[in-house]
Each structure stands twice: as structure tokens, then as C-alpha cells.
């Protein structure tokens, strides 16, 4: 039979018609003589109820045989509810059944479907078929569905052509770490797979396509975390001729339309702005949180007036303040955090409790020279609690961005009904790289820097800033972009302040530079990262709770065992063989 | 300044207003004292007037040290032109440029940018941002990007969900090549770029989300020719409860919804549908071209009543009529027309000519006694060619099939306004592989069986058949879908029927089995290839020519030179080897 209808969107206005249902036993309870099942779908969940005294043979007894996520069909008519379930879309309303048919049978699932489990990560990804039956994940999907549908009606509203871009690119050291793919025609070279097709929609610029866009997976063989995935999906776009404010203001009307469209909140526009420096120093990141103050305070001129060497020494003294919260933190609890600050750099986390209208703890006495200035300039009020970072300016303001990120948490300061979107500009070009022991992009190699500053190229390469915009939300880098060189000379000159020669240069990136020569039009776009927007939106903490089948932290896949061993006739095709020794060595360890 | 519109959209409703517009250099002529350009970007040519006379010296200037894919910003008055260009939607104006900035400068292309170009692909390829920025090559582009968008409304409004699978998925032998990619964080394993998202579509089906869809890249390692790539685009679908005729039906609406809204032609619904039976006995192929009629004619009885002994004897002997075309095929070109039906099998090919009432050649004189009745039956008439081949009766289809799709070609018998959709459905669920020596899926070995011929699983394979459906469009495969398997016990049948060990099954799709014990629903679906899809909607021979940035026959990127050697380090993260004697062996070869 013809299904009527999805079972989760039965209502009032169907009761006296006679219905054919299909989903699966979420719950059968035999009660008062009378078997109800509830019956689900993506739609949501029905209530069927089998009458013995009514129904035929054939149907009780297939009831009285139904188990949990058996798949069954069913007819019958749909009558008003004895007693209305509010707590359901369709609680005022049951089916009285009278055909049954089992479509499938099912064994009792490892977990149960619903949406509250305890089930550590490598079961759900194993069954993930029915981890992604409960309902909460079924919604991420529909919710991920409804953005990028939005998203592609918005850009495809304003004439960008969306082109689909290779998969088996060209391996570019430049960057994160690729995937390869061994070609089987051209032995012992490598397609990689692209960590974002960048120069490719550049190249799309050059012919002429003037607006592109496309939601594409990218890919990085990275060490894993919740929002990174070997595998990741971007909101890809590039035009020409525009400036860097059209295309912010492009971006912007994009983020509302998803914002109005899918989550009926009306976005103010345009959204706030601010440089790199001022977000580094007030909120100690790149992309700053700003659902709630806690500000980074500069001391260091201050300090100066004390005999207290570690602060009045110190390149810079920064402070935060959380407040009323002095009573919230121990010795011990304090101690704690030192560990949140480490990672960056800080050598130790100083601090001061306000209370009764003077500072407290073991540093006070050191500050009494500016006690009275300090509590006026950090406006201290009772219960306040200071926390002091004095180090390099970055590493001040780097841990105590991080520490403002774990107390805001810890002190529950978030809204999280709040989406605040902001862009970071005036990024400068380039970063010093510890691990390479020199400066590598900031963002990449083809951002165009600023023209005031094209100069430094060849002179101080901190002072070269990038027109470059990053859009962050809610503490997370939702995405960025920049206008992109086209111009062979500055390309040329950029390659060689990251240490290129002509000739790697060349090899890497001769295409591109030859691609100047033919007329390469202004360009710029942006990229978001889709994944993070719709954890975000969805309220989760994880990408894997919006990617169907994501990998685990191994990055393998539980289910269908995911990389897996292949035979020697694959790899002789490939003209590749695997070090066993190397992975026996490296099992051992 | 700031774009007015695309030089290309400039109309008469434009005179009078001062525009600023950006774009290529398409051509420049000095003419009557008059700097003539013709300015194009990506929705056409407007024509550019630079008077030295009335314009500054600097425009003047310029303008004249303008070549051809310069990029130039230029503003000015749009006029009526004197004499009209009837050729250009533009040709009713032009602009009297009053200023003009070049933005880049441009060297000499390697070949000229315009519609007919005489260049070998390679070089296309190379300088592939100059090949797209001919104008029939962004139309193509422009037109995939149409059809996707209503694909993608036409499924939306359905109830499709856009899912993303993954690209980094399980090797699995059975099927074509896979394309590898090593993994970093698991040595000496592999993970494999889906030839399709099927298991992964199935899995979405269990886990209830009823409908799904996506326009997902798909690989595959083969050797390459003009409709095939190594990574192609699918559009692919999934269905819960579906039956082969809902799921028909709902892509006879997609293929019709792009008809109407991309081509403004209205498909008659349903589409006709043969079996696979009728399509090999009367077209030779199970992809028929049904825009021109050439059916073969079985002949088998008839010519056992001749003495001619390779007719007589054959298992199977079938003609088709070129008509009228007796005259336009000497003898040796007949000749040559069997390196047409010897790759089927075919070990000649036998003709007569008719003419004055008479059939005619070598073989007549064998044929006197049933003369009257095969001019009857074949309905001959003056200058009429007949074909025959007498063999197995897969061979004569088979080879007479292709012999009919060549004369259709050479006697320019096919009408290229036609779109002729159909399914050819009544698959047999299995074919023999000489390659393998075994029998092996005619789709894939999660097809449905049709119910009344289940039991054949342990008898006669040939006669299990298939619940599945193929599309075609002028002669193409332009998609495939079926109902699939849903019950572990004929899922088990099945591998083992194609050969599987139950360890080798339970290796290779242990995960899949194991899933059906869980409530797998009844499902079924659906591929369409995109790119084969876009190409005979533009009418190309080649799916090169919608495709951004394809690769050449030998699978590489002569843009990019991909695939390229890569680093050691880069080896040495995957512990693997290229084993360098055996591509020195290779490139000796």
C-alpha cells in the first residue's frame, strides 16, 4: 500500500480518515488489554493502537510480535485521543489498526533510540545508522540541509555561477598537511586531494566567471579535534572587481538570509568591526568571544610605579577581571588555572581578590603604591577577582585570552541563545613560524597586502599587513577571506619573502604566475567553514554531531573499518609498496 | 569606481546614462580617427568609443597601448550607435569612454579567445582560463550551474535532505578501480574515494531519513575516454517505501522540471519504457538512440529455408535496412564497415543492395528463394542497404547495434533538436565476465532481485532478474537506479552467488549485513550522471567541455601538472615506497 503520510505529522485535522503508515517501533506497551505502539518516522513519533476485540487475528498476533525498530506498514483510522499527550505534535490524536505488515525485523540496538545516551563515541559512529535515527540528529541534518539550501537560493539570487572544482589537484607543500593519491598512469606521482580549491576559483576569476561559488569538501591529514575532520565542507566564494567591503557586504546579507531564513533571528547589519590588533589586545584572540565583556586591561604603564620587578620589569602587564567571583576560587582552584595559561607561553598567573574595599592575596602587598589607581582604572567591586599576566605582549595577551575563554565557561558568563558575529580586519601578512623558524602566511600566499605596506616585502615583513578579513562567531573563526594578488610581480615578490627561490616558486606555483600574464582580473572572496556554522547554529560542541559519517578521532570510521588494508594487486598497480618495518616499528612503540 | 552593470547587459534603455563597466579587451581597432573597442566580460561585448579629439590625453593615451585580454575599468556616456550592430544584443549602443584605468595588462594569448578554435586539447587544457573565457565554454558553465539549481529546488521541494557522504571511504575490490589515499595516522592502510555513495545511501535509508539526496563527485581509475573522467558528478537518491514506479515517476518530474525551466521544452510524461530484452532485439543495445528508427529485423526463420549454410546454420541471423542509402556506400566502404561489428564478435558482415525491384551483391544469387519474402518483410524499396549478421544472437545485437548507431552518424539520419528520454527496465541481475571468468552484478550486488526469480540464486543465474530501471537519453546511459536489498539473508545469498566466501563477504561488507539486522527498511534509488547530463544539453561530444578543469586521456592536469612527484618527507609520513625499478621498467616501455 501507498504510504498517506509521514506518522509524525498526523494531526487533529485527519481524525476520520483512514491512513497507511511506515516507520519503525519506537516502544510497544501492552496496557488495560489494548497494544499501543509508538510509531516513528523522520517526521516524528504516532500513537497505533491494536484492539484484540476488534482487530483480526492476523494483526494481534503480529502486534503481540513487534520489538523495538521492527519496520512495520499499517492502516487504520485515525480517531481523537482519549487522553491528549500535549508533549507530542500529534498527542490528540491514535490510529486504530486494522492491517498490519512487518517489513523488517530488527535485534535489539547496542543503544537505545532517543535522544539523551550515554554511549561512548566509537559505538555511536559503529551503528552510527541508528545513532543518526534519533531524532536530535536527524534535526542537525535537516537543520544542515535548510542552511546550505538557503545559502545556495541567496548566492545564486546574485548571479554567482556555482562550478564544481577538482578533487585530484595538485599537491602544494605550502600549507597544512595533503592527502595523496597515487596515479596509477603516471607512476610514482601523486594527485592531492585540495585543502581548499583557492587557486582554483582565483583561475575561475581569470576566465572571466566573475562570481563563483560552490559547498565543497576540502581536506587536511591533520591531528583531529571536535571541530577539525579530515574531511570538511566549505562555503566556497571568489569575485572580481569587487572591493573588500562589497564582498563583506555580500557575506553579511548571506549570514543573515540564514539567519532570518532558518533560525528567525534578525541579524543587525552591518556587523561589527575590528582590527587584529584591537582584538588581540582586548579579548587576548584572533576571534573573540564577545558574548560577554571580561576585557583585557593594559597595566603596564601603571606597574611601572611599583618596586614589584616582575610586573614593573615586564615587556607587558595585562589584567582581567572576573567578577564576584573571588568566592567562587580556592588557592587550589586558582593554581589550577595556571594550567589553561601555560600552553601559551605564561610563566605564571598572578592575582589579586578584591574585598572590603582593598586587594587580597599573596601579591598585594607589592601593589599597595597603585592599589587605589588599580581599583579605579579595573572599576573593582566586591568579590572581584584579578587575574595578571606580565610577559611579552603576546603571551600576555594570548593566555589570558585563552584563561578569559575557560572562566566565562566555568563562571557560566555565556548567553547561548546569542549569535555574535563580528569581523576581524587589518590582519598583518605574515606570522613567525617556531616549528619552520621563519615568517609563513598568515592567511596564504596569494592575499594581497596593503598597498602602504607592499614596501616591507622586501623590509620588515611584520610590518606588511594583508586586506584580510576574518569572520568569527561567537569565539569560533566561521570563516575568511581577502582580496587576492594579481599582479605577477607582487605575486613573485611575496613567494620570495616566504623564502621561495624563483625556481621552487616556479615549480609550485608556475602556473599561477604564468596565469598573470594574460589579463588576471582584481579579485578577493571568502570561504566558510560550513561544518562549525551548523554546530554553532545547532547549538553542539562537536562537527561530528553535523557530519553524517564522520571519522573518530584516529580518523578511522568504526563502521565500515575505514582505512582499511588493500590487496598487493592494488598497490603493484600503483607501483607502491608499504614499509612494513617502519609500521612494525611503529606498532611496537 | 564602482561596477554600474556588465558591459554585456548594456541595452538601449541605457542611452543617456553615464556607466561604469570592467571587463577584457576583446578586440581594438583604429578606424576614421576613432579608437573602437570591443570591451567583453562574461555576459557579452559592448562596443567602446575613444575620440582623440573630444578624450583627454590620458584616455587617449591608454587607450591606445590597449591589447587584446587587457583588463581595463572604463566609464563614460552610453550612446546610440550609428550603425546598428544587429548581431550583438549590445548593438544598438556603445559608450563614449571619458575615462579608462587598466587594471592589468595582458600578453598575447596562445590561441585567440572565440567560439570556433582550432587547438589541440592540450593546450586548452594548459591555458584553461583563457579556453573558458570563450563564450561557449562559459555558457556551458553557466548552463550546469541552472540545471544543478533546479535539480536542487525540484528535490528540495520533495523532501529530499542534502546529505554530504563521505570522500574518504572503504576499499572495495568488487566493482572498478578504486582510486586510494594512503592514510598517515593508521600505516600501511588505505582509505578509497567512493566510485559511488551507494552503501552509504542505503545506511541513510536505515537511519530513517526517507528521502536523500546530493550532488556528490564520484571516482573511478579506468582508462579514459570522451564520457568518462576519473572523478565525475552524480546526482544521486535515495527513497524509503517507496516502489521502482514512485521513485520513476519522481525522477521523470526532475527530468522534465529541468527540460522546461533550463531548455523551454516540454517533455510528454511518462517516458516510454522497454526491457532490456526488447531494447537488445530491436536497438542492439541497452542504451538505445531511439531519435532514429534502423530496428534490427530477426531473420532466423526465414533464411532456414536457404541452402546458404552460414545463414541457415547461425543461432541467429538479424539485418537492418539503411534506406536509400545503396548508393552512398561502395563496396570497399562497406568493407570498412566491419572494424565496426568486429569488437562485438561479429566474423563478417553481410549486405545486399536493392534496386529495380531486385536484391543485389555477393550474397544474393544464396538467397533467390526467400527473395520475395525478405523484400516484404524488410519493406525494401529502391537504393535500400541490408546489413546482416548471423551468429550467437548477443553478437548479432550487439554488432549490429553499433552498426546501426555509426550509419545513423554517416547518413546524418539523427535529429538533433530530439531529447528522447526512456527507461529500459526487466534487467537480468547478472552478467557474464570473461575478464573474470565468473558472473558479476549488472549493477551492483545490492540490487534487488525480482521476487519470482529469487530461488535462481542457487540455480540458473541467468534467469534471476533485477528490480531495476535505467534511463537513457539519445543513446546514452544517463543513469541507473533500482530497489535494493533490504533482508541480510538474500543480501548473503547474493555475495554468495557472485562468489563471496562468507568471510570474504563478511570482510568486505560485514557492516552492511550487520545493519540489517536493524530495521532496515524497504529503499530504493537512483544515479544520474551530470556531467554526460550537461553535455548532450548543450550538444558536445565530450564531457571535457563542462567540466572546469578536467583531465587529459592520460588522467593529468596539463595546467597543473597533476599528478606531480611529491617530497620524501611527504612518503616517508605514510611509510611507503615508490617502487622506482618498476616505473623505470614502465617508462622503457
Known amino acids: 500500500m501507498k504510504r498517506s503520510m509521514y506518522a509524525g505529522a498526523v494531526r487533529s485535522e485527519h481524525i476520520g480518515q483512514e491512513l497507511t503508515l511506515k516507520g519503525w517501533v519506537a516502544r510497544r506497551r501492552d496496557l488495560g488489554g489494548l497494544i499501543f505502539i509508538d510509531l516513528r518516522d523522520r517526521e516524528g513519533i504516532v500513537q497505533l493502537v491494536i484492539n484484540p476485540k476488534t482487530a483480526s487475528n492476523t494483526v494481534v498476533k503480529s502486534a503481540e510480535s513487534l520489538r523495538s525498530e521492527y519496520v512495520i506498514e499499517v492502516t487504520g483510522l485515525i480517531v481523537e485521543r482519549d487522553q491528549a499527550n500535549d508533549n507530542l505534535p500529534t498527542g490528540q490524536v491514535e490510529m486504530q489498526v486494522t492491517q498490519l505488515t512487518i517489513l523488517n525485523a530488527s535485534q535489539t540496538p547496542p543503544f537505545e533510540i532517543k535522544d539523551k545516551i550515554e554511549v561512548n563515541d566509537d559505538t555511536r559512529l559503529r551503528y552510527r545508522y541508528l545513532d543518526l535515527r534519533r531524532p536530535e540528529m536527524l534535526e542537525n541534518f535537516k537543520l544542515r540541509a535548510k542552511v546550505t539550501h538557503t545559502i545556495r ?21 605550502e600549507g597544512a598537511r595533503d592527502y595523496l593519491v597515487p596515479s596509477r598512469m603516471s607512476q610514482g606521482h601523486f594527485y592531492a586531494l585540495p585543502q581548499s580549491p583557492q587557486i582554483t576559483k582565483q583561475l575561475l576569476m581569470n576566465a572571466g566567471f566573475d562570481r563563483y561559488y560552490q559547498i565543497v569538501k576540502c581536506f587536511r591529514d591533520e591531528d583531529l579535534r571536535g571541530d577539525r575532520q579530515p574531511e570538511f565542507t566549505q562555503v566556497d566564494l571568489e569575485t572580481s572587481f569587487l572591493s573588500e567591503q562589497e564582498i ?67 615587556p607587558a602587564v595585562k589584567a582581567i577581571v572576573a567578577k564576584n567571583a573571588a568566592d567562587s576560587y580556592s588557592r587550589k582552584a586558582i593554581d589550577n588555572l595556571t594550567d589553561i595559561v601555560k600552553p601559551f607561553g605564561a610563566k605564571g598567573l598572578a592575582w589579586v581578590k578584591y574585598n572590603d574595599g582593598k586587594i587580597g592575596g599573596p601579591i598585594a602587598k607589592f601593589l599597595t603604591t597603585i592599589e587605589d589607581e588599580l581599583t579605579e582604572r579595573l572599576q573593582l567591586e566586591a568579590n572581584d577577582l584579578v587575574f595578571f599576566v606580565a610577559d611579552d605582549l603576546k603571551i600576555a595577551n594570548s593566555s589570558l585570552g585563552a584563561l578569559r575563554n ?39 600566499p596569494f592575499t594581497l597586502p596593503q598597498e602602504d605596506t607592499v614596501a616591507e616585502l622586501e623590509g620588515d615583513l611584520r610590518k606588511v599587513r594583508a586586506v584580510a578579513y576574518d569572520i568569527v562567531l561567537n569565539g569560533y573563526e566561521l570563516g575568511g577571506g581577502s582580496l587576492r594578488i594579481n599582479q605577477r610581480e607582487i605575486q613573485e615578490r611575496m613567494f620570495k619573502a616566504l623564502g621561495f627561490t624563483k625556481e621552487s616558486a616556479r615549480k609550485q606555483f608556475g602556473f599561477l604566475l604564468e596565469a598573470m600574464d594574460y589579463g588576471f582580473p582584481p579579485h578577493g572572496g571568502l570561504a566558510l567553514g560550513l561544518d562549525r556554522f551548523i554546530m554553532l547554529l545547532a547549538g553542539k560542541e562537536n562537527i561530528r554531531e553535523v557530519i553524517a559519517f564522520p571519522k573518530n578521532n584516529k580518523a578511522s570510521d568504526p563502521m565500515t573499518q575505514a582505512p582499511s588494508l588493500v590487496s598487493d594487486k592494488q598497490l603493484d598497480e600503483l607501483y607502491l609498496q608499504v614499509n612494513m618495518n617502519a609500521v612494525k616499528n611503529n606498532e611496537q612503540e
Chains 1, 2 share one sequence.
Not at 554567482?160 to 602544494?172: H, Q
Not at 576571534?287 to 614589584?308: A, G, I, S, Y
Not at 547561548?416 to 580586519?425: A, E, G
Request: aromatic share 12%.
Open 248 to 314: 563583506q557586504e555580500i557575506t553579511e546579507g548571506l549570514i543573515a538570509c540564514v539567519m532570518k531564513e532558518v533560525m528567525g533571528i534578525e541579524l543587525q547589519l552591518p556587523l561589527p568591526q575590528i582590527s587584529y590588533d584591537t582584538a588581540m589586545n582586548n579579548y587576548g584572540s584572533d576571534k573573540p568571544d564577545t558574548r560577554f565583556e571580561m576585557t583585557l586591561q593594559d597595566l603596564t604603564d601603571l606597574v611601572k610605579n611599583t618596586d614589584f620587578k616582575v610586573f614593573s620589569q615586564a
Open 406 to 444: 575557560h572562566l566565562a565557561k566555568e563562571l557560566n558568563l555565556i548567553d547561548h541563545s546569542k549569535f555574535n558575529f563580528l569581523w576581524v580586519v587589518d590582519w598583518p601578512m605574515f606570522e613567525w613560524s617556531e616549528e619552520e623558524n621563519r615568517y609563513i602566511s598568515a592567511h596564504h
Open 153 to 173: 537560493n541567496y548566492l545564486d539570487d546574485l548571479d554567482f555561477i556555482d562550478v564544481e572544482t577538482p578533487m585530484l589537484a595538485k599537491s602544494t607543500p
